[in-house]
């Protein structure tokens, strides 16, 4: 079991940036972040693998979130910039021991942070 506690969310101006972390208690080859905006399902944002060599993101985001992971401290990043209203959302940090195909869905994955909260105002 592995638990994941994700912080950094806030609530920022459109343009602005954010940084969420997230901290795992242990190692998997394959951690990414989704979101989940009221009345809408569970997307993926980005996720990252084999140790940091290879990155997805969602097109919506693409260009202005960058993920990132730290294996020594076992933290995974979103650095989110030039963010948008349509970016609010409850944002998930999740963790898998197998990375595959299609890795924005949902059921794809073992482990699921309780998640931070970005606003981001018009």
């Known amino acids: 079991q592995v638990r994941l506690v994700e912080s950094g969310g806030d609530s920022v101006q459109t343009g602005g940036s954010l940084r969420l972390s997230c901290r795992a208690s242990g190692y998997t080859s394959c951690v990414g972040w989704f979101r989940q905006a009221p009345r809408k399902e569970r997307e993926g944002v980005a996720r990252?693998?084999?140790?940091?060599?290879?990155?997805d993101y969602a097109d919506s985001v693409n260009g202005r979130f960058t993920i990132s992971r730290d294996n020594t401290k076992n933290t995974l990043f979103l650095q989110m910039n030039s963010l948008r209203p349509e970016d609010t959302a409850m944002y998930y940090c999740?963790?898998?021991?197998?990375?595959?195909?299609?890795?924005?869905?949902?059921?794809?994955?073992?482990?699921w942070g309780q998640g931070t909260q970005v606003n981001v105002t018009a």
């Open positions: 990252i693998y084999d140790g940091g060599g290879v990155t």
């Open positions: 999740t963790a898998s021991y197998r990375c595959g195909g299609a890795w924005h869905i949902p059921e794809r994955y073992d482990f």
